[in-house]
């Protein structure tokens, strides 16, 4: 058995860009997240929601090696829009993927292009049909528009039908259009544009598009998978055959430019604890913390800098539901009294959540200062760094928080002795030692998961077991079957042990696995469960360090 990740973060807060709706979205580096949702944001226009970026940098700072983020935005916040610059109507409409002033730096060119050309060799009379022979039919699709070219002009016409290179236009052609030369003078070719977008170092192509609404090649079709933008054909059907590439830019034009505006990122006084905890509906279409349902892959969890109670509580409760994810929590950054501390930690009751505190001071890039950021980017860094380098058994706790310059305010011991017992982990500094985070605490208050390594460790062996007894399922359900799960689970604890995992001098004080007629029914096995009872001993965390000194004296001889 292969045990499961214990280090994928997941993190939701407000970002620059980035989609609000669907599957959280995967990060691997700080540059990866800055392509997708954007850089640091300003104090002045996102107050105290602005931290998912710092939060996310700090992840990756203290070790962290991926993350899934789900961005949150204003529900009046807008996407930038932009229209063909035709005079009469517009044709093209040019929205931002995503809501936010950054769409305003979106810019579209639009030239023209073909997909393909040929000539034609012959004409085909049947009846009131007049069909045409080509060199070669391919890439002229039912519904294209395509221009004759000869030397004394142009003409339009769209394709019906095309088989066996046989083509079916609207229109007949008055002109002669028949040229057999080995270079041809006269050239029938496809009507296309091409779409070139860019914002800041981000460049989209996208070749050879039309307004053929069954073609492969349409607007929207081709268009569906970009990062920066979605667009539409808006105009009506219209008998008129027309140049598309003329039809958005005009007559005798030879580039046109789109430029959006109008975004907007919405008011974050607006903004309540709905929009972090989302909305659920359905696969692919859920936002906020429930977006996170559609993850199964993700361990730990923050909402980095959000304090308020509900959006806490439902993280917690998310992550209790699925039994399978832990959250790391933010303590209010005011909140700097011991009662104050305690008055917050007394909302919850949980072993699938720890509190952490005080605040960070980190430099920050955009403002070029020291900022006080959550301290739950780095702690959700340091359990990766933790499980990396030691294990999950290992409490995430006497670990270095790198690139901290500082605390936002400092904890005695004294404070320290009556914060940790409460559940309330705190980071402190200590000279010649940097800052290092000094609690392992959940804030359950059941004295069996009062650990936060204790309970990660469980959600990994869980985890572990369901992801590697898989194969069991539809199996025959017998002794033969019950020995082979046995022996598969058995064998995973006991590397576990022999890591250091698991307490005890011997396997058998390590755990134990029974699985068998003790276990289950007739009945449950004559209804398909197969059920097997596993004990572990964790091994726990030598919280205070006790040395008794005895003064020894000489005896005289």
Same mark, same amino acid.
């Given at each position: 058995?292969?045990?499961?990740?214990?280090?994928?973060?997941?993190?939701?807060?407000?970002?620059?860009?980035?989609?609000?709706?669907?599957?959280?979205?995967?990060?691997?580096?700080?540059a990866d997240f800055k392509r997708t949702y954007g850089g640091y944001l300003s104090e002045n226009e996102f107050g105290g929601y602005r931290y998912l970026a710092y939060a996310v940098e700090n992840f990756f700072i203290n070790g962290g090696s991926r993350c899934f983020v789900s961005r949150v935005a204003p529900l009046d916040a807008k996407a930038s829009v932009g229209y063909s610059p035709t005079k009469d109507a517009p044709i093209v409409k040019i929205s931002a993927k995503d809501p936010g002033i950054w769409g305003d730096s979106v810019k579209v060119t639009v030239t023209p292009a073909s997909k393909t050309r040929t000539q034609i060799i012959k004409e085909i009379?049947?009846?009131?049909?007049?069909?045409?022979?080509?060199?070669?039919?391919?890439?002229?699709?039912?519904?294209?528009?395509?221009?004759?070219?000869?030397?004394?002009?142009?003409?339009?016409?769209?394709?019906?039908?095309?088989?066996?290179?046989?083509?079916?236009?609207?229109?007949?052609?008055?002109?002669?259009?028949?040229?057999?030369?080995?270079?041809?003078?006269?050239?029938?070719?496809?009507?296309?544009?091409?779409?070139?977008?860019?914002?800041?170092?981000?460049?989209?192509?996208?070749?050879?598009?039309?307004?053929?609404?069954?073609?492969?090649?349409?607007?929207?079709?081709?268009?569906?998978?970009?990062?920066?933008?979605?667009?539409?054909?808006?105009?009506?059907?219209?008998?008129?055959?027309?140049?598309?590439?003329?039809?958005?830019?005009?007559?005798?034009?030879?580039?046109?430019?789109?430029?959006?505006?109008?975004?907007?990122?919405?008011?974050?006084?607006?903004?309540?604890?709905?929009?972090?905890?989302?909305?659920?509906?359905?696969?692919?279409?859920?936002?906020?913390?429930?977006?996170?349902?559609?993850?199964?892959?993700?361990?730990?969890?923050?909402?980095?800098?959000?304090?308020?109670?509900?959006?806490?509580?439902?993280?917690?409760?998310?992550?209790?539901?699925?039994?399978?994810?832990?959250?790391?929590?933010?303590?209010?950054?005011?909140?700097?009294?011991?009662?104050?501390?305690?008055?917050?930690?007394?909302?919850?009751?949980? &072993?699938?959540? @720890?509190?952490?505190? #005080?605040?960070? +001071? =980190?430099?920050?890039?955009?403002?070029?200062? /020291? !900022?006080? *950021?959550?301290?739950?980017?780095?702690?959700?860094?340091?359990?990766?760094?933790?499980?990396?380098?030691?294990?999950?058994?290992?409490?995430?706790?006497?670990?270095?928080?790198?690139?901290?310059?500082?605390?936002?305010?400092?904890?005695?011991?004294?404070?320290?002795?009556?914060?940790?017992?409460?559940?309330?982990?705190?980071?402190?500094?200590?000279?010649?030692?940097?800052?290092?985070?000094?609690?392992?605490?959940?804030?359950?208050?059941?004295?069996?998961?009062?650990?936060?390594?204790?309970?990660?460790?469980?959600?990994?062996?869980?985890?572990?077991?369901?992801?590697? &007894?898989?194969? @069991?399922?539809?199996? #025959?359900?017998? +002794? =033969?079957?019950?020995?082979?799960?046995?022996? /598969? !689970?058995? *064998?995973?604890?006991?590397?576990?042990?022999?890591?250091?995992?698991?307490?005890?001098?011997?396997?058998?004080?390590?755990?134990?696995?029974?699985?068998?007629?003790?276990?289950?029914?007739?009945?449950?096995?004559?209804?398909?469960?197969?059920?097997?009872?596993?004990?572990?001993?964790?091994?726990?965390?030598?919280?205070?360090?006790?040395?008794?000194?005895?003064?020894?004296?000489?005896?005289?001889?």
């Amino acid at each position: 058995m292969e045990g499961v990740g214990t280090s994928t973060a997941g993190f939701i807060g407000l970002a620059e860009k980035g989609p609000v709706e669907g599957v959280p979205q995967l990060v691997t580096n700080f540059a990866d997240f800055k392509r997708t949702y954007g850089g640091y944001l300003s104090e002045n226009e996102f107050g105290g929601y602005r931290y998912l970026a710092y939060a996310v940098e700090n992840f990756f700072i203290n070790g962290g090696s991926r993350c899934f983020v789900s961005r949150v935005a204003p529900l009046d916040a807008k996407a930038s829009v932009g229209y063909s610059p035709t005079k009469d109507a517009p044709i093209v409409k040019i929205s931002a993927k995503d809501p936010g002033i950054w769409g305003d730096s979106v810019k579209v060119t639009v030239t023209p292009a073909s997909k393909t050309r040929t000539q034609i060799i012959k004409e085909i009379t049947s009846g009131d049909d007049v069909k045409y022979l080509v060199k070669n039919g391919a890439g002229f699709n039912p519904g294209d528009v395509v221009v004759f070219a000869d030397q004394s002009g142009i003409v339009y016409n769209r394709v019906v039908k095309n088989q066996d290179n046989i083509i079916t236009f609207a229109d007949s052609f008055s002109e002669d259009v028949v040229d057999n030369n080995l270079v041809p003078l006269k050239t029938i070719s496809t009507c296309e544009f091409t779409l070139e977008v860019k914002y800041g170092d981000s460049v989209e192509t996208y070749e050879n598009l039309s307004f053929n609404i069954n073609a492969a090649n349409h607007i929207s079709k081709k268009t569906a998978k970009s990062d920066l933008i979605v667009a539409e054909y808006v105009a009506a059907d219209d008998e008129e055959i027309i140049d598309p590439f003329a039809a958005i830019a005009g007559e005798d034009a030879k580039v046109a430019t789109i430029e959006l505006s109008s975004g907007s990122n919405g008011s974050v006084s607006s903004i309540t604890a709905a929009e972090f905890i989302g909305v659920d509906n359905g696969a692919g279409k859920r936002t906020g913390i429930q977006s996170f349902l559609d993850n199964d892959v993700v361990s730990i969890m923050a909402v980095p800098g959000v304090t308020d109670p509900n959006v806490q509580l439902t993280l917690v409760a998310h992550c209790e539901n699925l039994a399978s994810r832990f959250a790391v929590l933010d303590v209010p950054r005011d909140a700097k009294k011991v009662n104050d501390i305690i008055e917050h930690r007394n909302i919850f009751d949980s &072993t699938y959540a @720890a509190l952490y505190h #005080p605040w960070l +001071e =980190v430099f920050d890039p955009l403002d070029k200062k /020291t !900022i006080a *950021v959550p301290p739950s980017g780095a702690v959700i860094g340091i359990y990766a760094r933790s499980d990396n380098t030691r294990g999950v058994h290992k409490a995430p706790a006497n670990e270095v928080v790198r690139a901290c310059t500082g605390l936002d305010c400092q904890f005695n011991k004294g404070e320290q002795d009556i914060l940790n017992p409460k559940g309330v982990n705190l980071i402190r500094t200590f000279p010649g030692q940097g800052i290092r985070i000094w609690g392992a605490r959940t804030v359950s208050s059941d004295g069996s998961w009062k650990y936060v390594n204790v309970r990660r460790l469980f959600i990994f062996i869980e985890e572990s077991i369901k992801a590697n &007894t898989s194969w @069991a399922v539809f199996e #025959p359900n017998d +002794e =033969v079957l019950w020995v082979r799960v046995q022996r /598969t !689970i058995s *064998v995973f604890l006991n590397n576990l042990w022999r890591n250091g995992s698991l307490a005890g001098a011997s396997p058998d004080e390590a755990f134990f696995v029974s699985i068998g007629r003790n276990t289950m029914t007739q009945d449950d096995i004559d209804n398909g469960r197969l059920i097997c009872v596993i004990g572990v001993a964790p091994v726990k965390p030598a919280e205070f360090v006790i040395f008794r000194i005895t003064q020894k004296t000489g005896m005289a001889e």
